[in-house]
């Protein structure tokens, strides 16, 4: 019997925001003195790195891609860069649709433990316990925490442990970015696409919802009076 649902954080809970980070991140590069599109490929090139927490926190992780893209940035730029991001991080959690809310509420009410786990880096961990999203878990798996992002098993098992139950009784949803639908289906987990802020797996033959206001019903909950 299923008994608590994993959630991913971004295209899942909140939008993406890929046009917002192309934005920041040309800002950023002009900041700290590189060329944007240098910059862009440091952040795509140490994407895992990144997530897994391998850079320490968001200044130091400015600090080592700005020298990866051959420039020694002083410690007010890296400041400055730093505040964009952490700014985007706190624009795009608290973007969470009302009907996600409610949804989320609804589940809690039911009695469903709540756990997310979500690749992120240092910024957007730090927004998290003030974001209106907070409330609603029991657990949060973050890939800078666990030093695993997904779609490696280490990151969702974490999330198992501390809410006390097996892959086998939890649903996952997400979008799918990352392989990870497929990865929680292979620990044995029941895996469902929402295509609500974006399609990132049209491949995925499992079940699919539109937004994520539908999960409750799906799972048996009946709406709030």
């Not at 800002?27 to 944007?36: F, K, L, S």
């Not at 400055?80 to 608290?94: H, W």
């Not at 006390?164 to 289906?185: H, I, M, R």
Request: hydrophobic share 45%; with cysteine; charged share 20%.
């Amino acid at each position: 019997m299923r008994r608590a649902v994993i959630i991913d954080l971004f295209s899942t809970l909140i939008p993406g925001g890929q046009a917002e980070r192309a934005a920041v991140h040309r800002e950023m590069a002009r900041i700290v003195g590189v060329d944007p599109d240098d910059l862009a490929r440091a952040f795509d090139e140490t994407l895992y790195e990144r997530f897994s927490g391998a850079y320490g926190d968001l200044t130091s992780t400015l600090s080592a891609l700005a020298r990866r893209c051959g420039a020694d940035p002083t410690a007010g730029q890296l400041r400055a860069a730093a505040e964009l991001r952490s700014k985007l991080a706190r624009q795009l959690v608290g973007a969470a649709p009302a009907g996600t809310l409610d949804a989320l509420a609804q589940l809690r009410a039911a009695g469903w433990r709540t756990g997310l786990v979500s690749n992120i880096t240092s910024e957007t961990m730090q927004q998290w316990p003030s974001s209106a999203l907070a409330q609603y878990f029991d657990t949060t798996a973050f890939s800078a925490e666990v030093g695993a992002a997904k779609p490696q098993p280490a990151i969702y098992l974490a999330a198992c442990s501390a809410l006390d139950v097996t892959p086998a009784e939890c649903f996952y949803v997400a979008d799918g970015s990352d392989n990870e639908l497929q990865a929680a289906a292979q620990l044995g987990m029941h895996a469902i696409r929402t295509t609500e802020h974006s399609d990132s797996d049209p491949s995925w033959t499992g079940q699919t919802i539109g937004s994520f206001a539908e999960l409750p019903a799906l799972l048996g909950v009946a709406p709030r009076a």
